[in-house]
DNA sequence: AAAAAAATCAAACGTTTGTTTAAAAGCGAG
DNA sequence: CTCGCTTTTAAACAAACGTTTGATTTTTTT
């Protein structure tokens, strides 16, 4: 990945998070990496590709993190399930770790959660192609740590983690609006929240 | 309200749930209302107040419904601060409820879902217009039940339920990517995860 | 029934969109 | 220095965008 290209990622993530996917033109974004307009199609070969490439760029470091202490965590367990709480943590916390490396990591997870709520076409490409194992894998140990619950439970509780995580994404930086005024919440507040949300509704569905 | 500016509310949530603000067009939306391309200028002046105008017709009855909810609530109250849950159960169950009334109910919950996050020039007319006075109010009496608790914890609470209502408000209709299979969840479940959630986060901040 | 007002229509408006092209510039290797 | 390859560049592309126009039809008012 050479100068150029990494200069058309980083416009990208601040473009993308500023304005959305459609929202932002490959002129803005040319503009404010420095680069000719047609870059953009002479490295990634198009607007969609380099919406891709930088989601990969960013995400997959995390989840490779999210994979190992998985992995650990499951060796530890020795074969039995993990708590619910394990899974959320590993989830969430090299998520929200990542916001605070690098410069405008907070922009590309706005980026990422504003193109995947306003995309349809790539979001299933998304899903296949980068966050398809991940959810895969985390919702059969949800399944395993939840295994006196009836699927449906599982699937509503592991899709409420799933709009937490999202909705951290979608933050604006800054208190903009007037009325909302929202850092990043640590990871701990975050993981207490979904976990003890699932454990509620857990508890209500046996009396 | 005449016939045709209720054709095109009724295209435009259609279009603007399955393809975002910017993606969908005028021209997607007169003709799935069946109405000519000058229509929506004649009628809303632009696509951008088209899709305020549209929120509005749904939200605001939602809204109006919960305004009374609570003043009944703090009636009964009589002065005491609610409870956290029923402030949520507030909030949660007028939405939710809409879902099942009217055919395309889940179309304005995507679409409103989906153009609030990718737009920002008209996210804060929306904030300001139809959700100020609610988030206000809301964000007051959740204050008042968590006296005894920092504004800076209230706020993340707040911001968590905020997500989590967004979060139900972007999901698809049916399972289309393959790994997550969601149905709009019931009030019950979502009210007792942000409950549930928010009581597990202040318990954990007082040891 | 005539006049006035409102709504619809096909057509065209000027921009902006993502992408392509073909020439120019940069560059490491022999 | 030159060759072959990669990268950058300005210009142009067709297509799609939201919006406007002016004539025509429909509806309401007198």
Redesign the pocket.
């Known amino acids: 990945m ?3 290209q990494i200069k058309l990622i980083e416009a990208a993530e601040r473009e993308f998070a500023d304005r959305g996917f ?1 929202g ?5 974004i040319t503009t404010r990496a ?10 990634f ?6 919406f891709l490439a930088m989601i990969r760029h960013r995400i997959e470091p995390i989840n490779q993190e999210r994979f190992e202490l998985l992995e650990a965590a499951l060796q530890e367990a020795n074969g039995t399930p993990l708590e619910v709480r394990s899974l959320v943590e590993i989830l969430i916390r090299p998520l929200v770790n990542s916001f605070s490396r690098g410069t405008n990591r907070k922009s590309f997870m706005r980026a990422m959660g504003r193109g995947m709520s306003e995309e349809t076409q790539f979001t299933s490409i998304l899903y296949k192609d980068v966050l398809g194992k991940l959810i895969k894998t985390f919702r059969y140990e949800f399944g395993r740590s939840m295994s006196d619950h009836p699927e449906e439970l599982v699937d509503h509780c592991f899709a409420f983690l799933g709009s937490s995580i999202s909705g951290v994404m979608h933050h604006r930086q800054k208190a903009d609006n007037g009325h909302m005024r929202i850092n990043f919440p640590d990871a701990d507040h975050l993981i207490n929240f979904v976990t003890g949300g699932i454990e509620a509704v857990v508890a209500a569905t046996r009396p």
């Open positions: 050479n100068k150029t459609h932002a033109s490959v002129r803005d420095g680069t000719n307009v047609a870059s953009i199609n002479y490295h070969g198009s607007k969609e590709e380099l």
